[in-house]
């Protein structure tokens, strides 16, 4: 057999290529292959097998893993990708204690960034949107979801939409665009949520058509949208057709998750302060859990989802860098495994399903991303680390040493000296 790449003497081999998503103690349960081998062709992997037996493979270009991990491409589930602007100075009101809902309530926080992604041009969000895509593949990712809410008006929830549909037109990373219009309540509605809702509603049509959105989000939580308001607005979302999220029970337990399971929306997210109840529902239910512990640790916060609950519970959990520039501004999905692991208790085997198949289930690309099987998309991550517990362990440095996107070679470590 011909293949254009041959990635020989792999050390572990993750291929994730269960019938997803992977729950409860199944996500304790990783398949490891050593001394793997795997051959790309084109877009797609054409073969696997043991290094001995890639012998018989004709390859135009061989990469010797020389022992190391190589895993799918990372799946990020939940992003705020494109904003104008950027925050540094709310962090000092963090560190002062001012609370995050108490910066929004002032006209700050979301709607800071709101002013300007209203202010920034097509050219120039869709420059920083690309700017952070580099540097997510960078750390490894294959496949974003992206979400608007720095428009809060029409003209600008659409101009978001339309950078993030071109940024994956022009980027190797597959971008998955979710519409969050219900993010914040702008100033000149601010007694009359159910009116903005309504608004932001009516772009429901052209999103459809014009395809600029799989899903449709809305922030559940105290000062923003009730839990009523929420399902109106979710289930006009679910009658045109679309799939649904929530941003459940972040600061408040408002009961977010349990929405989302009764709503049957593909995830909810957040989930910091989910009651018990929403745990058991969540676990009982085809509702994968995106937890974002990022988020905690960057708003300074005692509050960590409960994901050994969750996860003992039986429910499917993916976790994700929630990249914003307020609650948390990073593109490095490696720091929040470690984050999972330090303060979720989350075990590395658990970890890896969180980030690649799991995450690939949350935004409706289960079975296509986050697994490394024949005939699907070669997305790979060789890693400069010799097993998949290193990753998680040696935190807040970037491992990747070459990364694959759709059998192309997007990334490559540069030795300095
Ligand atoms: N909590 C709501 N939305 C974002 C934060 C957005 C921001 O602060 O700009 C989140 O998921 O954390
Ligand atoms: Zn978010």
């Given at each position: 057999?011909?293949?254009?790449?041959?990635?020989?003497?792999?050390?572990?081999?993750?291929?994730?290529?269960?019938?997803?998503?992977?729950?409860?103690?199944?996500?304790?349960?990783?398949?490891?292959?050593?001394?793997?081998?795997?051959?790309?062709?084109?877009e797609?992997?054409?073969?696997?097998?043991?290094?001995?037996?890639?012998?018989?493979?004709?390859?135009?270009?061989?990469?010797?893993?020389?022992?190391?991990?190589?895993?799918?491409?990372?799946?990020?589930?939940?992003?705020?990708?494109?904003?104008?602007?950027?925050?540094?100075?709310?962090?000092?009101?963090?560190?002062?204690?001012?609370?995050?809902?108490?910066?929004?309530?002032?006209?700050?926080?979301?709607?800071?960034?709101?002013?300007?992604?209203?202010?920034?041009?097509?050219?120039?969000?869709?420059?920083?949107?690309?700017?952070?895509?580099?540097?997510?593949?960078?750390?490894?990712?294959?496949?974003?979801?992206?979400?608007?809410?720095?428009?809060?008006?029409?003209?600008?929830?659409?101009?978001?939409?339309?950078?993030?549909?071109?940024?994956?037109?022009?980027?190797p990373?597959?971008?998955?665009?979710?519409?969050?219009?219900?993010?914040?309540?702008?100033?000149?509605?601010?007694?009359?949520?159910?009116?903005?809702?309504?608004?932001?509603?009516?772009?429901?049509?052209?999103?459809?058509?014009?395809?600029?959105?799989?899903?449709?989000?809305?922030?559940?939580?105290?000062?923003?949208?009730?839990?009523?308001?929420?399902?109106?607005?979710?289930?006009?979302?679910?009658?045109?057709?679309?799939?649904?999220?929530?941003?459940?029970?972040?600061?408040?337990?408002?009961?977010?998750?349990?929405?989302?399971?009764?709503?049957?929306?593909?995830?909810?997210?957040?989930?910091?302060?989910?009651?018990?109840?929403?745990?058991?529902?969540?676990?009982?239910?085809?509702?994968?859990?995106?937890?974002?512990?990022?988020?905690?640790?960057?708003?300074?916060?005692?509050?960590?989802?409960?994901?050994?609950?969750?996860?003992?519970?039986?429910?499917?959990?993916?976790?994700?860098?929630?990249?914003?520039?307020?609650?948390?501004?990073?593109?490095?999905?490696?720091?929040?495994?470690?984050?999972?692991?330090?303060?979720?208790?989350?075990?590395?085997?658990?970890?890896?399903?969180?980030?690649?198949?799991?995450?690939?289930?949350?935004?409706?690309?289960?079975?296509?991303?986050?697994?490394?099987?024949?005939?699907?998309k070669a997305?790979?991550?060789?890693?400069?680390?010799?097993?998949?517990?290193?990753?998680?362990?040696?935190?807040?440095?970037?491992?990747?040493?070459?990364?694959?996107k759709s059998g192309e070679?997007?990334?490559?470590?540069?030795?300095?000296?």
């Amino acid at each position: 057999m011909e293949v254009d790449i041959l990635i020989t003497n792999i050390g572990q081999l993750l291929p994730m290529d269960k019938k997803g998503p992977v729950k409860g103690a199944d996500m304790g349960e990783l398949t490891v292959w050593n001394d793997a081998a795997v051959g790309i062709k084109g877009e797609q992997v054409v073969w696997i097998g043991s290094s001995k037996e890639a012998k018989i493979l004709k390859a135009s270009q061989t990469i010797d893993a020389n022992g190391k991990l190589v895993t799918p491409g990372l799946v990020e589930p939940h992003t705020h990708l494109v904003f104008g602007g950027s925050r540094e100075e709310e962090m000092a009101l963090k560190q002062q204690g001012v609370p995050y809902l108490d910066i929004l309530k002032q006209g700050g926080g979301i709607l800071s960034t709101v002013t300007a992604t209203q202010e920034a041009s097509q050219e120039d969000l869709l420059e920083k949107a690309l700017f952070h895509l580099d540097r997510m593949a960078m750390h490894g990712i294959t496949t974003v979801e992206a979400k608007s809410g720095y428009g809060l008006n029409h003209e600008t929830e659409l101009k978001q939409l339309r950078v993030a549909k071109e940024a994956g037109k022009q980027h190797p990373i597959d971008i998955v665009s979710t519409f969050l219009g219900a993010h914040a309540i702008p100033t000149n509605y601010k007694e009359e949520p159910e009116a903005f809702l309504d608004y932001m509603s009516e772009l429901f049509d052209v999103i459809k058509q014009e395809n600029l959105a799989e899903f449709i989000d809305i922030f559940t939580e105290t000062g923003v949208f009730s839990v009523v308001q929420s399902r109106r607005y979710l289930l006009k979302a679910k009658e045109k057709g679309f799939g649904l999220k929530i941003h459940a029970d972040e600061i408040d337990p408002l009961g977010g998750t349990e929405l989302a399971v009764e709503l049957g929306a593909i995830s909810g997210d957040h989930l910091a302060v989910t009651s018990d109840e929403g745990i058991q529902k969540l676990a009982n239910s085809n509702t994968i859990g995106v937890i974002l512990p990022g988020t905690s640790f960057y708003l300074g916060k005692d509050d960590y989802a409960r994901a050994r609950e969750m996860i003992d519970a039986g429910a499917a959990i993916a976790i994700s860098t929630d990249f914003n520039p307020g609650s948390s501004v990073t593109e490095n999905l490696q720091l929040i495994m470690s984050i999972a692991a330090l303060k979720l208790k989350m075990s590395p085997e658990e970890i890896w399903h969180a980030v690649t198949i799991n995450a690939a289930h949350a935004i409706g690309r289960g079975g296509e991303a986050g697994m490394i099987a024949i005939g699907k998309k070669a997305d790979i991550v060789l890693w400069d680390a010799p097993n998949y517990k290193y990753i998680p362990y040696h935190y807040g440095v970037n491992h990747t040493n070459t990364v694959i996107k759709s059998g192309e070679i997007i990334y490559e470590r540069q030795a300095i000296r």
